[in-house]
């Protein structure tokens, strides 16, 4: 019998650490080859790691949460035959980073001991009715009850109002004790053991890891590096409305369901066409902007394990059915976590779509290095005059924000604006430039 070590692959070109999410075997589990030992995570991008031997595992590298250097041991094997180490020797690895600050630990202090007293010399403790029942009577207007700060400070994070509770020592001294007896029999101050209105004082520590991390470090870079600004204009897409009831009565069987967003990427796409400078990347680290020719429109979409943004690449050598079925494909393997890491990068701008929840207003964050987003918002009918009466109109508001390095105030505004006369007059959409 033999050992094999296997390590962290490289999951990535330029990707040199990435962080463990998840272990799918445990220790002196037997496994086969091409069997998934582990996930871990680049960008927002999860990888599986095979197994490319058979064997029993024998040690595991990292807890959940770690980051991981790529070449850093993952996974000891016991396999037959020599394997690739020479058996007993522990794999090194550089201490793994934690995503999350671990918790002090302190030696646990013993007492001190009591000093002995001879026995005839003990008293004895008095003694007091701690199980007699608690009266509610409270004290007189102005009498402030007596208690230790310790006392205090325990009725204070219980939220017990103290002037409620009697006191079983001298002078109506409040003990432990009598809170104990106090809130077993009167309930925490009137909210009764099992009530709905009973307090809830813990506190659950949640670890930042995996995906949530990943969009946590994306925003405090969006917010801490890009100095965003926001326009919001209002959109009337009755015309728009009418056209994709149309066209969604029509299509054929194999396509897709048209939503709003396809209409607003080709938007996008003649808008940026006038406006080429908006297709760009900002490279903070080399101080330039990477233009681009292709539209390549991150999609922002909601999964069980947190936000993603697939990427549609080439918006422009696509028309609206085709942009639809390439959002259905994408959003639906972002919900299965199936997207390919190219598929979660490489756009120059983003559509951010909350309507559906009934916000009218947003202040989308840019997807960093983004120059830009779209935030799509709640529709609705509302009354609008045209000239010489009030007329339903369905009503829609863009709230879009820019990187004020890259796009100024005027340009800003010109890019919606536009946006927003495709939309409203769609059969624009559709005309070749």
């Not at 069987?253 to 796409?269: E, H, Q, S, Y």
Request: hydrophobic residues 40%.
């Amino acid at each position: 019998m033999g050992e094999h070590v296997i390590k962290l692959p490289d999951v990535g070109e330029g990707v040199a650490e990435a962080e463990l999410v998840e272990w799918m075997v445990e220790i002196g589990a037997n496994v086969r080859e091409d069997e998934v030992l582990a996930a871990v995570m680049t960008d927002k991008a999860t990888v599986e790691i095979p197994s490319p031997v058979e064997g029993k595992i024998i040690w595991r590298g990292g807890t959940i949460g770690d980051v991981l250097s790529v070449g850093s041991p993952l996974i000891k094997l016991e396999v037959d035959g020599d394997g690739n180490v020479k058996p007993g020797t522990e794999p090194v690895a550089e201490a793994p980073k934690k995503t999350a600050p671990e918790k002090e630990t302190k030696p646990e202090q013993k007492p001190d001991a009591k000093p002995s007293v001879p026995k005839d010399e003990q008293k004895p403790e008095p003694k007091t009715n701690r199980a007699a029942p608690v009266s509610n009577v409270p004290r007189n207007e102005g009498e402030k009850p007596v208690a230790s700060p310790a006392v205090r400070k325990r009725a204070a994070e219980a939220g017990l109002d103290l002037r409620r509770v009697p006191g079983t020592g001298p002078a109506g001294r409040i003990s432990h004790q009598d809170l104990d007896a106090f809130v077993a029999a009167d309930g925490a101050g009137g909210m009764a053991t099992g009530s709905a209105y009973r307090r809830d004082t813990s506190v659950k520590e949640v670890p930042v890891i995996g995906l949530r991390r990943k969009i946590a470090e994306k925003m405090s870079i969006a917010k801490s590096r890009i100095p965003h600004i926001t326009y919001v204009e209002e959109v009337d897409v009755t015309a728009l409305e009418t056209l994709r009831a149309e066209l969604n009565a029509s299509r054929k069987d194999d396509r897709p369901k048209l939503t709003i967003l396809p209409f607003l990427m080709r938007a996008m796409v003649k808008a940026i066409s006038e406006q080429p400078h908006l297709n760009s990347i900002f490279d903070d680290e080399a101080g330039v902007i990477h233009q681009y020719g292709g539209c390549h429109i991150g999609v922002a979409a909601q999964t069980p394990n947190g936000l993603m943004v697939p990427v549609v690449r080439h918006a422009e050598a696509r028309d609206i059915w085709g942009c639809a079925e390439e959002v259905a494909r994408l959003s639906d393997a972002a919900r299965e976590g199936k997207c390919a890491r190219d598929e979660l990068s490489g756009s120059t701008i983003t559509i951010t779509s909350l309507g559906a929840m009934g916000g009218i207003v947003t202040t989308p964050v840019i997807n960093h290095p983004e120059v830009a987003i779209i935030g799509v918002n709640k529709m609705q009918t509302l009354p609008r005059w045209n000239g010489s009466e009030f007329l339903p109109r369905k009503m829609m508001n863009l709230s879009s924000s820019f990187d004020h390095r890259v796009v100024d105030g005027w340009d800003a505004a010109v890019f919606v604006q536009r946006i927003r006369a495709l939309l409203e007059n769609p059969a624009m959409i559709f005309i070749e430039n």
